[in-house]
């Protein structure tokens, strides 16, 4: 059973720093790419940022270019996101999701159940 659990998530002041993690199973981690998606309350979900573990080769929206970090541990079967300089509008249900590709192709993501992050002003 493939299954992808977030953790980390929670509230930090403007300007702060979190770091958001998903651990893998069930899947061979190295064939795989993981995202992070992001929904806020009465908004779609959106892709923030991906990394491929074939070949480390990563992809960061615009919005959280030069502020998010996305990292991965190939040991640990787990990714990161370092999130620093957080804005109010980060605040989200964060969520991630293995494809094959990053970034992803026409494909159904295995998804994990999310962790709240809220960006206080």
């Known amino acids: 059973e493939v299954q992808l659990v977030e953790s980390g998530g929670g509230l930090v002041q403007v300007g702060g720093s979190l770091r958001v993690s998903c651990a893998v199973s069930?899947?061979?981690?190295?064939?795989?790419?993981i995202g992070w998606y992001r929904q806020a309350p009465g908004k779609e979900r959106e892709g923030v940022s991906c990394i491929s573990n074939r070949d480390g080769s990563t992809y960061y929206r615009d919005f959280v270019k030069g502020r998010f970090t996305i990292s991965s541990d190939n040991a640990k079967n787990t990714v990161y996101l370092q999130m620093n300089s957080l804005k109010p509008e980060d605040t989200a249900v964060y969520y991630c999701?293995?494809?094959?590709?990053?970034?992803?192709?026409?494909?159904?993501?295995?998804w994990g159940q999310g962790t709240q992050v809220t960006v206080s002003s």
């Open positions: 069930g899947l061979t981690f190295d064939d795989y790419a």
């Open positions: 999701a293995a494809t094959r590709t990053c970034p992803p192709g026409v494909e159904e993501p295995w």
